[in-house]
């Protein structure tokens, strides 16, 4: 496709279960990061891809947040034991030059009861 | 530690007066600086940018000044339309370290006609 896609656009999940929250980039870019938004803040910086290097995970949560991108393309991003505050909207964005414009996906809104 | 901040979360303006939209910043790292416009339901897209080796940047109807000395960063829109009405986002990245963006809380513009 031509933007970035993630995947599922909406989940609602009960309390303890975990989730994973798929994100299909923009093709060739080298830098893909994951934010989240949850209701009326800001967009909260969580992990950051660039190539090979090592992730930038410092703004991880909590060890129950993880991530991995497989093949400089695709990502994955793991909730386990999910909890009500996790509840939020799950940005993935691709960029192709640092420093340079970040392309967005539509988010994942994700709904823990 | 909130290294970017945008301090009113809302503004409202007449059709076709000018929007002013505030970032300042803690960060002497950060060098280059982006602003972002998002609409419900939809990930954020960008607006403009600036390097920190410029003071002013121009797109249309859209300005970014910057002041280095203050921290401070500020996005004009000349003249506004109710079609700018959206959450604006400003965001930071020190190009010398990983080059991840960092986002503000973000500020609500209505524009009314």
């Known amino acids: 496709g031509a933007g970035v896609s993630q995947s599922p656009s909406n989940k609602v999940t009960e309390k303890g279960k975990d989730v994973e929250l798929r994100c299909d980039p923009i093709?060739?870019?080298?830098?893909l990061y994951w934010y989240r938004q949850s209701l009326g803040q800001g967009l909260e910086f969580l992990i950051y891809f660039q190539g090979n290097s090592a992730p930038d995970k410092s703004g991880l949560p909590s060890d129950r947040f993880s991530a991995e991108r497989t093949g400089g393309s695709v990502s994955t991003l793991t909730i386990q034991r999910t909890q009500q505050e996790d509840s939020a909207v799950y940005l993935c964005a691709s960029s192709s030059v640092i420093p340079g414009e970040l392309f967005f996906g539509e988010g994942s809104r994700l709904t823990v009861l | 530690d909130q290294q970017v901040k945008q301090n009113s979360p809302s503004l409202s303006v007449q059709e076709g007066r000018i929007s002013i939209l505030n970032c300042d910043y803690t960060?002497?790292?950060?060098?280059?600086f982006l602003w972002y416009k998002k609409y419900p339901a939809e990930g954020p897209t960008f607006l403009i940018s600036?390097?920190?080796?410029?003071d002013k940047n121009e797109d249309g109807r859209f300005t970014v000044f910057l002041n280095k000395s203050a921290k401070h960063l500020s996005l004009h829109i000349v003249p506004s339309q109710p079609g700018d009405s959206a959450v604006y986002f400003c965001?930071?990245?020190?190009?010398?370290?990983?080059?991840?963006?960092?986002f503000g809380q973000g500020t609500t513009l209505q524009v009314k006609p």
């Open positions: 600036i390097s920190s080796i410029k």
């Open positions: 093709s060739g870019h080298t830098a």
């Open positions: 965001a930071a990245s020190a190009t010398s370290n990983t080059g991840k963006l960092i």
């Open positions: 960060n002497s790292m950060f060098d280059y």
